[in-house]
């Protein structure tokens, strides 16, 4: 390219991509001014085929030159007020003025952001803005621009080139770090834990309010209640009645001379005769027991047992 401008020439060495242009670039040096200058060149397509785009000091231009079509365009940089570009949605960029547009496409990135930025450097009155496919990505118009461009906010934990921990399906999770629970997830638990904790029952209940052996029913320690009539114990003469209904034999030693007196039948009650016991009797023990569990207050028993004692 000796042959060439010497702007021309070294805005053409700084190109990546130099492809097709060789023809565009000579007839360049036609459409400038006398003191308009190249500052920079990027390759393009214009107009349907392999084109060079050219930023000067007064203009932007198109040129498509080749065998077919010779086509040049051009708008002042003092009337562009609005450009698109953004290399990760497009490929291209284009120029909105007061006088019309100018769009090329299929510019190589490294190329057209030195151009955009040469250019936003000369006018910064130009507005960026992009238009985006229907259903593309949001995000910001200026996020991934040149060094003129305004850079996207990024958050702490989200910065570029930064590893993120991923979970791995069978590690071992590690016991230093909490895990994250949801509140309401964890208030859930916290209620249920308070709630099974009021409905268990202690491991040693109080036996103070506890009837004693032998006391009747409702008198903690053997003390009677007022109003309450006692209740003559179940059994045989040496027995005590337990809670179970059951009768415990008491250490006393057998008469060597007396005879044995004949066992009951198995599941009979006796009185405190050696008879059998009657009914009354029998629902009054049953009654004791009752209370003596906690089925019956002391009200509801002492009534029931007047009941019972007051029927012939």
Request: proline share 13%; with cysteine; aromatic share 4%.
């Amino acid at each position: 390219m000796s042959e060439l401008r010497r702007d021309i020439a070294e805005a053409a060495a700084r190109m990546v991509v130099t492809f097709g242009t060789r023809s565009a670039m000579r007839d360049l040096a036609e459409e400038l001014g006398a003191e308009e200058q190249v500052v920079e060149l990027a390759a393009c397509t214009y107009a349907g085929a392999a084109g060079l785009v050219a930023l000067t000091s007064d203009r932007v231009i198109a040129i498509r030159d080749d065998y077919s079509k010779h086509q040049v365009q051009f708008v002042l940089i003092r009337e562009v007020a609005t450009v698109d570009y953004d290399p990760t949605v497009h490929d291209g960029f284009a120029l909105f003025s007061s006088s019309g547009r100018l769009v090329v496409r299929k510019m190589r990135r490294e190329d057209g952001d030195r151009l955009v930025d040469a250019l936003l450097t000369r006018a910064p009155h130009i507005v960026v803005h992009v238009t985006r496919p229907s259903g593309g990505p949001g995000g910001s118009p200026q996020e991934r621009l040149g060094r003129h461009r305004k850079p996207a906010a990024v958050r702490p934990g989200d910065q570029p080139g930064r590893p993120q921990p991923r979970a791995v399906p069978g590690a071992t999770p590690d016991p230093l770090v909490a895990p994250k629970v949801p509140p309401a997830i964890a208030a859930q638990a916290n209620a249920a834990q308070a709630a099974s904790q009021a409905v268990q029952p202690p491991a040693n209940p109080p036996t103070g309010n506890l009837p004693g052996v032998g006391a009747a029913p409702g008198t903690p320690g053997g003390t009677p209640t007022a109003g309450i009539p006692t209740v003559p114990p179940v059994g045989p003469p040496g027995f005590t009645p337990g809670f179970g209904g059951s009768p415990t034999p008491t250490a006393a030693p057998p008469a060597p001379a007396a005879p044995a007196p004949a066992a009951p039948a198995p599941g009979l009650a006796q009185g405190a005769t050696g008879r059998p016991a009657t009914d009354k009797e029998i629902l009054l023990g049953v009654l004791a027991d009752l209370h003596a569990q906690g089925v019956l207050t002391a009200e509801e028993f002492a009534a029931k047992v007047r009941q019972i004692v007051s029927q012939p």
